[in-house]
T-cell receptor, first 117, second 115 residues
């Protein structure tokens, strides 16, 4: 496997279900991200993990729960979702410098298309 | 505040011709990076090209080049010799050096390549 992988690629779930999205990066990066892409809306950053520490949570509802057990793996746990949560969920990774302002490229996975019924 | 504007919702280009996708941005940070990504119908966001705010020359990657006009705050993507496989959504994005991990994306331009 190379780059950033995501599973599953497609997911249909009911509002009372609990499911998890998985992301794995094979690039040796130290930061990982969850983005949400809804129809007709720009890409929205949800969570950021840098060196396994969550550094950003952009006002995401608590029904989305991220987990980063190590620098290569990132999960998004889903529970009691709403139909408006249906979207493409993209994972990304980057190699961030430990000190000083830098601008690093983020590399994305193929995404999980989520449909909440 | 960060802002990315892509004014072309859709573009058509004839196969083998060149096409320019527009992007303007707004930032008060002197150090920033500009990115272009391609998103085919499969959904994956594919990194194409990067331009740093202090780079003296326009970035190029194969058939992709970035027309960087700093004073105008524009970062247009030029695709030369278009191919049918270039049909996709294209997103311009920006990240400020002092903005943490946040990358701001534009609304995108859908490119259609005609045979």
């Amino acid at each position: 496997e190379t780059g950033v992988t995501q599973t599953p690629r497609h997911l249909v779930m009911g509002m009372t279900n609990k499911k998890s999205l998985k992301c794995e990066q094979h690039l040796g990066h130290n930061a990982m991200y969850w983005y949400k892409q809804s129809a007709k809306k720009p890409l929205e950053l949800m969570f950021v993990y840098n060196f396994k520490e969550q550094t950003e949570n952009n006002s995401v509802p608590s029904r989305f729960s991220p987990e980063c057990p190590n620098s290569s793996h990132l999960f998004l746990h889903l529970h009691t979702l709403q139909p408006e949560d249906s979207a493409l969920y993209l994972c990304a990774s980057s190699q961030e410098a430990s000190g000083g302002p830098k601008v690093e490229t983020q590399y994305f996975g193929p995404g999980t298309r989520l449909l909440v019924l | 505040a960060q802002k990315i504007t892509q004014t072309q919702p859709g573009m058509f280009v004839q196969e083998k011709e060149a096409v320019t996708l527009d992007c303007t941005y707004d930032t008060s940070d002197p150090s920033y990076g500009l990115f272009w990504y391609k998103q085919p119908s499969s959904g994956e966001m594919i990194f194409l090209i990067y331009q740093g705010s202090y780079d003296q020359q326009n970035a190029t990657e194969g058939r992709y080049s970035l027309n960087f006009q700093k004073a105008r705050k524009s970062a247009n993507l030029v695709i030369s010799a278009s191919q049918l496989g270039d049909s996709a959504m294209y997103f311009c994005a920006m990240r400020e050096a002092t903005g943490g991990f946040k990358t701001i994306f534009g609304a995108g331009t859908r490119l259609f390549v005609k045979a």
